[in-house]
């Protein structure tokens, strides 16, 4: 993995932070200025795709709609890491979410690999 330097104040290797962010995947709640602070101090949308996806997936478990953008930003830039993020969309029962997950679908279809569509449809549709 690249050892890329990435945040202001606290200078975190990419490494560090998917750390970090698997942590905090184990927290029951985040608050929505918690939330902003880790996007705003870490530029989390800008890190690489193995940040980016643990991003996704703390957005998605707290529902932090701010940041949907980000987690259609991920799915459409990176259908083969998404196939998770699409049940955990859909599986929180959440309209918002599960309509986010059906958008980013529709504008990926036509280009996803065929076995990876075929999961997604599944769970989506």
């Not at 606290?10 to 998917?18: D, H």
């Not at 905090?24 to 939330?35: D, F, N, R």
């Not at 709609?65 to 029962?93: K, P």
């Not at 986010?100 to 075929?118: G, K, P, Y």
Request: hydrophobic share 40%.
């Amino acid at each position: 993995m690249e050892q890329r330097l990435v945040g202001g104040g606290g200078m975190l290797t990419s490494e560090q932070l998917v750390v970090l962010l698997e942590l905090l995947l184990e927290e029951e709640e985040l608050s929505v200025p918690t939330m902003l602070a880790l996007q705003r101090t870490y530029s989390l949308q800008d890190q690489d795709a193995e940040v980016q996806h643990r991003w996704c997936e703390l957005v998605v478990k707290h529902a932090y709609t701010q940041a949907y953008g980000d987690v259609e930003h991920f799915l459409v830039h990176y259908q083969a890491m998404g196939v998770y993020l699409y049940g955990e969309l859909m599986i929180q029962e959440d309209p918002q979410q599960q309509a986010l997950a059906r958008r980013c679908l529709s504008l990926v279809q036509e280009e996803m690999d065929q076995s990876a569509r075929r999961v997604v449809e599944e769970m989506v549709l």
